[in-house]
């Protein structure tokens, strides 16, 4: 069945630092959506992308969506503390009427 | 807009007692809920889909008669977990997607954390 993994699990960054996770799926996505989870929280939806190549952009947040509609990844400029949490891909199993999610990178900063 | 509540945020019961939590999608109406497990630092285990008006889809190893939900309008799930065990202790999370705009993208309550003793 459709697969979507993430890298790194885990990132630990001090504040000030990049950071980036990917997210790739065994097949061709539709859409990607990413998800942020703070630690204690729920997941709270962050953006989706439905072209190929798209990237979108929210203040110090970067998105991309591949070319091939495979792949995806979450890019945040000069990480500060606020920025700490579980981000999560997902991806439309169409077939299923559900999303697949990937497990999620969990993003720790060191103030 | 999209906000999802869930009730109650926490509970505590006896081992063998059910419990029911309620997902209500208050500004939209939810073609389709999702029921989700969450084990401490672990990824969100889908337990069901759930339709309005018919039965949920369970995922491949989620006991359907001891997780019983039920979707009876288009702003109302619940997901009652019977005759509860310490093993049942966990972090379940419903969403709801709207089905428009953007239609695979799930709006999340703030979840239920369940203890059972």
């Known amino acids: 069945g459709q697969q979507v993994m993430q890298i790194p699990q885990y990132q630990h960054v001090q504040e000030g630092e990049d950071f980036t996770t990917y997210c790739n799926s065994s097949t061709t996505l539709s859409n990607i959506q990413w998800y942020k989870q703070r630690p204690g929280g729920h997941p709270v939806f962050l953006i989706q992308l439905v072209k190929s190549g798209e990237v979108k952009k929210q203040k110090r947040l970067t998105f991309q969506f591949g070319e091939a509609k495979k792949n995806s990844s979450l890019h945040i400029t000069a990480t500060q503390t606020t920025d700490v949490g579980t981000y999560f891909c997902?991806?439309?199993?169409?077939?299923?009427?559900?999303?697949?999610f990937g497990d999620g990178t969990t993003l720790t900063v060191k103030p | 807009g999209a906000v999802v509540s869930q009730h109650p945020s926490w509970v505590i019961c006896k081992s063998g007692t059910s419990v029911k939590i309620e997902c209500r999608s208050l500004?939209?109406?939810?073609?389709?809920m999702f029921w989700y497990r969450q084990f401490p630092k672990q990824s969100l285990m889908l337990m069901a889909t759930s339709n309005e008006g018919s039965k949920a889809t369970y995922e491949q190893g989620v006991e359907k008669d001891k997780f019983l939900i039920n979707h009876a309008s288009l702003t109302l799930s619940t997901l009652t977990v019977t005759s509860a065990h310490p093993e049942d202790s966990s972090f379940y999370i419903c969403?709801?997607?709207?089905?428009?705009?953007?239609?695979?993208?799930?709006?999340f309550g703030p979840g239920t954390r369940l203890t059972v003793l």
């Open positions: 969403s709801a997607r709207e089905g428009t705009g953007s239609p695979d993208t799930q709006y």
């Open positions: 997902a991806g439309p199993n169409t077939n299923a009427g559900k999303s697949t």
């Open positions: 500004d939209f109406q939810a073609t389709t």
